[in-house]
């Protein structure tokens, strides 16, 4: 079946600029997760939704980002007047539920490039 | 609080070299743990899993046991090949309270000579 998806696949924007990247997740999986990951480092959590609940908020670096989840499907990371420290490879994935033995299945990433 | 710690890299090895990277844990509950590779240029794969203590993952012949004892759960392979070459993440998965939550150490670079 069909795997996570991410769009576009690589960004160029210009400081100052807003952005938006979308995740489509695997169909049924009720877990979305965000992560960032920068050159050479590891993944950074930004945001988790969990079905109809809310959403989990705490890695999100400053208040410049943001992220909503439509219809407990689509999902679109939003980046207002980007900084060129947002420049990294934006990571969505999925699962199944809530169970801690769930896989988290990856999207092949947005690479954001700052100018 | 849950964090990941794994062994720093790069890593080179020659091919048929035998490869262990360390991964140690701290968890509040009884999480499970993954390892996850990153081939040049494509996204995270699950590699491996182990969902309980004693449990041992195992995939294109890479391992790893669920060490409660000494919170580990250390990557082995018998013979490494130039196509194992890639980074590989640790990660632990535990129910906290605002749902599942992922924890990933930063990741160990191999690098496999022939």
């Known amino acids: 079946g069909a795997g996570v998806s991410q769009s576009p696949s690589n960004k160029v924007t210009e400081k100052g600029k807003d952005v938006e990247l979308r995740c489509d997740p695997i169909s049924g999986h009720t877990a979305l997760y965000w992560y960032r990951q920068s050159l050479g480092q590891g993944l950074e959590f930004l945001i988790y939704?969990?079905?109809?609940?809310?959403?989990?908020k705490s890695g999100l670096p400053s208040d410049r980002f943001s992220a909503e989840r439509t219809g407990g499907s689509v999902s679109t990371l939003t980046i207002q007047r980007t900084q060129q420290e947002d420049s990294a490879v934006y990571l969505c994935a999925s699962s199944l539920g809530v169970a801690s033995t769930d896989t988290q299945y990856f999207g092949p990433g947005t690479r954001l490039t700052v100018l | 609080g849950n964090s990941v710690t794994q062994m720093e890299g790069p890593v080179t090895l020659s091919e048929e070299a035998f490869l262990t990277i360390n991964c140690t844990y701290t968890?509040?509950?009884?999480?499970?743990l993954f390892w996850y590779v990153q081939y040049p240029g494509e996204g995270l794969q699950l590699l491996l899993k182990a969902t309980k203590a004693d449990d041992k993952g195992s995939n294109k012949g890479f391992e790893a046991t669920y060490r409660k004892e000494t919170t580990s759960f250390h990557l082995e392979k018998g013979s490494v090949q130039v196509s194992d070459s890639a980074v590989y993440f640790c990660a632990l998965s535990d129910r906290g309270s605002t749902g599942n939550q992922f924890y990933f150490g930063t990741g160990t670079s191999l690098t496999v000579i022939p």
């Open positions: 939704f969990q079905g109809n609940s809310a959403p989990d």
């Open positions: 968890a509040t509950g009884y999480p499970s």
